[in-house]
């Protein structure tokens, strides 16, 4: 969403069903869906190798596969601007942007990281706050939230992330539209720079 109020035409791919995704989109294999025709790319791994929320599946012996270093050589080979974004702690990504939920005001814990291809101006980012629930409550109005695993109050965190197409369980992996949107801005300035120079 974030890269549409930017001014991109959007196109999804996932190798799982997205029944709620906003814009055109096709359940298949990003590591080897077609990426002629497009004009820029993003793309979001899956952090589960390395995220904190699953420490305990992954100490109990789970197996979950990098696909980063792929990813990213993918979109090298086709010259054109690029973001991948992950998870705090993933040491896999190029000079990443940090963004999180208290540069956009919002009461959100939701740091991201983004390695692009094409510059983008340093951000100096606030320290984001603690949650400030407690474990055995819901979610309350003003809270600052962290909508990972089973959170309540679903409609509190569409409203603070601004998306409110999304379950619960798509929220907990969502990167915020106003991330992208920053991002986008820069993005669309790489593409008509690249646009210019054909």
């Known amino acids: 969403m974030g890269y549409s109020r930017a001014g991109f035409e959007v196109v999804g791919v996932d190798i799982k069903p997205q029944p709620h995704y906003p814009f ?8 080897t869906y ?18 904190m929320a699953t420490q305990q599946w992954r100490k109990n012996g789970r197996k979950y596969q990098n696909l980063i270093p792929a990813t ?11 973001v991948i974004e992950n998870v705090v702690g993933e040491p896999y990504l ?11 005001g919002k009461n959100l814990r939701r740091t991201r990281y983004f390695e692009t291809n094409f510059p983008i101006d340093f951000v100096l980012l606030p320290r984001e706050a603690k949650s400030n629930f407690r474990m055995g409550r819901s979610v309350k109005e003003g809270d600052i939230i962290t ?5 309540s109050n679903v409609p ?3 409203r603070i992330m601004e998306i409110d197409w999304m379950n619960q369980s798509e929220l907990a992996q969502a990167i915020p539209p106003a991330y992208t949107e920053y991002i986008g801005k820069y993005l669309m300035k790489a593409v008509m720079k690249e646009m210019a120079l054909v």
């Open 24 to 31: 055109e989109f096709h359940q298949a294999d990003a590591l």
């Open 34 to 51: 077609p990426l002629e025709g497009f004009d820029a790319y993003h793309a979001s791994p899956p952090c589960q190798f390395v995220t």
């Open 72 to 82: 990213a050589v993918r979109l090298s080979l086709t010259d054109k601007p690029y």
């Open 94 to 104: 190029k000079n990443p942007l940090k963004l999180n939920g208290a540069f956009f």
């Open 147 to 151: 909508p990972v695993g089973h959170f």
């Open 156 to 158: 509190y965190a569409r």
